[in-house]
């Protein structure tokens, strides 16, 4: 079992930086990649960035440029750090974490909030 425990959310204006920060605990030894979700009201969730074990780094395409997943040397950690928001990058903000195995652990999520 995987524990995660998402902050760092809040309101933030147009153009704005927010940090993601997901804390994690447990069997850590299982996880091959952690990352960040985010679902808008009426949309489904979206994968936002993703890094395996190996370094490995996966983003949608509309943060490339102003999203930055980065982590702990033993994958205990995640942080996102967002640039330039805009009004469509509001959602509530999950952690992600896969194991081997396949199985998917998330956090309860963060809010983001880019508004003026």
């Known amino acids: 079992q995987v524990q995660l425990v998402e902050s760092g959310g809040g309101l933030v204006q147009p153009g704005g930086s927010l940090r993601l920060s997901c804390a994690a605990s447990?069997?850590?030894?299982?996880?091959?990649?952690m990352g960040w979700y985010r679902q808008a009201p009426g949309k489904q969730r979206e994968l936002v960035a993703s890094l395996t074990k190996y370094g490995a780094t996966n983003y949608v395409d509309s943060v490339k440029g102003r999203f930055t997943i980065s982590r702990g040397s033993a994958l205990n950690w995640i942080h996102l750090e967002m640039n330039s928001l805009k009004p469509e990058d509001t959602a509530v903000y999950y952690c992600?974490?896969?194991?081997?195995?396949?199985?998917?652990?998330w956090g309860r999520g963060t809010q983001v909030t880019v508004s003026s």
């Open positions: 992600n974490a896969q194991s081997t195995g396949s199985v998917d652990y």
């Open positions: 447990g069997s850590l030894f299982s996880i091959y990649a």
